[in-house]
């Protein structure tokens, strides 16, 4: 068995330093996604659930005897006021029933709101609100 010159061994030594610097640097950039993903993408999507959820629970709360004063479901146009941005998707599902969606791209996530209405006209106000998480590269 031949012994390694000290050229061989200089040469290998240079290649898996230079194959741990690939790997410490892909490291990084994958903790940096991810870094990314939750703390700017999900925690928008999360801020914007708050406030929808924080509307849907006042059509919840207990209502007062007088009719009158029963809280109003918010419409469309008020809920894109509230969240300052504009629907990437909208689908109207049956005349009665309309389906938004709102989407924070991630690095490796996309987070949606999808927002429904029911009702038709100026009369369609909020009936449910759903988060989700999908893997950006899935088909």
Known sequence: MAAATPSTANKARKQSAAIRIILLV????????????????RRGRDSALQKVQAEFDQLEAEPDADIATLPVAPSPEQLRQLLGIQPDHQQEV????????YTWEGIFWRYDLLIEYTGRGRGRGLHSVEAQNRFRFAP
């Open 26 to 41: 892909l490291l990084a950039a994958l903790l940096l996604g991810l870094g990314y993903d939750y703390l700017v993408a």
């Open 94 to 101: 049956t005349p009665f029933q309309l389906v938004e969606t």
